[in-house]
């Protein structure tokens, strides 16, 4: 059982709320003794974030002992540093622009000078404010910059910018921000922190990161439900999460994200900070930033002789990109965004206008772009790897009369091609073995290996970080036991990190 820790400066600052035997002050919290293996939460509302003030202690002691403190010592030191908060706001949700638009009052600037700038100061609790037009930023604030209460000052020059943002005391607040960050503490303590009665049966923790309203999902609802079955028998609680539950993280032992993921998305922030709290990933934030960018992974796989499709990486400035393309390649030909998935972002050029064409399209969406030579197969391999070995085999057919595995057409409607589902036994030994050196080069986690064969000739199109795992597809031949070999490497792996 989690214990939960609410430490503030005084005993007055919690005045205003209900008395709880789960809040003390510092002196109290840096006198405290508990046992090592007792798993603590520490929501630290000490006011000062200063560098050695008792906030940026709190933090730092909670840290020492083990404890999962929310403001970290590093979040404490990033809202120091303002080159890491500036934010465009126009692009989360207009309706914060229009709401500061309307709330801005003029203060002179800083220098002393005559001119005034348009300021608005607002408190964030637990990403929660009370003007429920301020929800998008305060959402956002809180999951980059995770602090109880934040006191956040936008200033107007050209367009609105975050001036400063810090920790704040309960003591500070105003009566209706009193009930806002009471419902929020309310809905943080007892929602995120202590665990079900449920859980209590279970050896380890599973979060599943999912989006229910993801259109093409790594794994579709059935095949999750079977993660969790699976899950069970073993003794992991494997709990479906979204992207709302970013600060329960500490509650788990391991995560597990079925969600498409990409680098400036949540899903790499999840990664990120269940490594950092020592959990088990899959997949692991490394395992993202090298297959999620095409580029760095072509240029991975040609350094370390994989065999591949040739390749050219294209500079956006550079001005002999469509002949060099021509003279390497020749037509037809495969040019593709770095970061596209699904096969989105991905077009054939027959001729030099289609090639041109392509290229200023996908330009206007990154600096480099890839092009490689159209080799043509009926079937791409799907070789899925786990822990350094292979535990299923596909074969993912093109859609009828097109190139590709996945036609994308209007309204985000999408055609996929036929499949087989084989033993690994079953499959090429030179397919299998490409898979295997591919993956060793990203790491120990879920993978999914995209291959080309035709006769003795095997290219390695990519590898993806949270391969497809749906029911009745790459679960056709092993069924369960899919399931139960990745719900049992989670087990091995949380059970070596208990140990030791």
Not at 19 to 40: G, K
């Amino acid at each position: 059982m989690t214990r939960l820790l609410i430490v503030v400066d005084r005993d007055k600052d919690w005045a205003p709320y209900y008395p709880s035997s789960d809040v003390m002050t510092f002196d109290q919290y840096v006198q405290l003794s508990l046992n090592a293996s007792q798993r603590v939460r520490v929501i630290n509302l000490c006011q000062s974030a200063r560098y050695l003030s008792r906030g940026y202690y709190c933090s730092l002691l909670a840290e020492a002992r083990g404890h999962n403190v929310v403001p970290s010592v590093i979040t404490l030191n990033d809202l120091r540093r303002k080159d890491l908060f500036s934010l465009e706001l126009e692009e989360l949700d207009p309706r914060v622009v229009q709401w500061l638009d309307k709330a801005a009052v003029p203060v002179p600037e800083k220098d002393g000078g005559k001119e005034s700038v348009r300021q608005v100061k607002i408190r964030t609790f637990f990403g929660k404010s009370v003007d429920e037009a301020l929800k998008p930023v305060a959402r956002v604030l809180f999951e980059r910059f995770p602090s109880p209460i934040l006191e956040v000052v936008f200033r107007f020059r050209k367009t609105w910018q975050i001036e400063s943002m810090k920790p704040a005391s309960p003591a500070d607040l105003s009566e209706a921000e009193q009930d806002v960050f009471a419902s929020a503490l309310d809905r943080f303590s007892s929602a995120l922190w202590r665990k079900p009665r449920s859980r209590r049966q279970y050896r380890f923790d599973l979060a599943m990161l999912i989006d229910p309203e993801e259109k093409l999902p790594p794994s579709d609802p059935q095949a999750l439900e079977y993660f969790i079955k699976a899950g069970k028998k073993l003794g992991i609680h494997v709990e479906p999460i979204t992207r709302k539950d970013y600060m329960r993280l500490p509650e788990y032992d391991g995560l597990f994200i079925r969600e498409t993921t990409a680098i400036d998305h949540h899903t790499y922030r999840f990664a990120r900070k269940a490594a950092a709290e020592g959990m088990v990933v899959i997949d692991d934030p490394v395992s993202i930033l090298r297959c999620t960018n095409k580029v760095f992974l072509a240029d991975l796989l040609k350094n370390n002789k994989i065999p591949t499709p040739k390749t050219l990486i294209l500079s956006k400035d550079q001005k002999d990109s469509v002949q060099q393309a021509i003279d390497t390649l020749g037509y037809p030909m495969v040019v593709k965004i770095p970061d596209g998935a699904f096969s989105r972002g991905v077009m054939r050029a027959e001729n030099e206008a289609e090639l041109k064409a392509a290229l200023k399209t996908l330009f206007r969406q990154s600096a480099l772009v890839l092009a490689q030579e159209y080799f043509y197969t009926e079937y791409d391999w799907r070789i899925g790897v786990l822990g350094g070995r292979a535990i299923f085999a596909c074969k993912y057919y093109m859609v009828k009369g097109h190139w590709q595995i996945y036609s994308h057409g209007e309204n985000q409607q999408f055609d996929s091609g036929e499949f087989d589902t084989l033993p690994t036994y079953e499959v090429p030994r030179n397919v299998i073995q490409a898979a295997l050196n591919a993956t060793r080069l990203i790491g120990d986690g879920l993978y999914g290996v995209d291959i080309k064969q035709a006769g003795n000739r095997v290219a390695v199109i990519e590898v993806n970080d949270n391969p497809n795992v749906d029911a009745d597809v790459e679960d056709r031949f092993l069924g369960g036991e899919l399931y139960t070999l990745i719900m049992q490497e989670f087990l091995t792996r949380m059970e070596a990190r208990r140990r030791g």
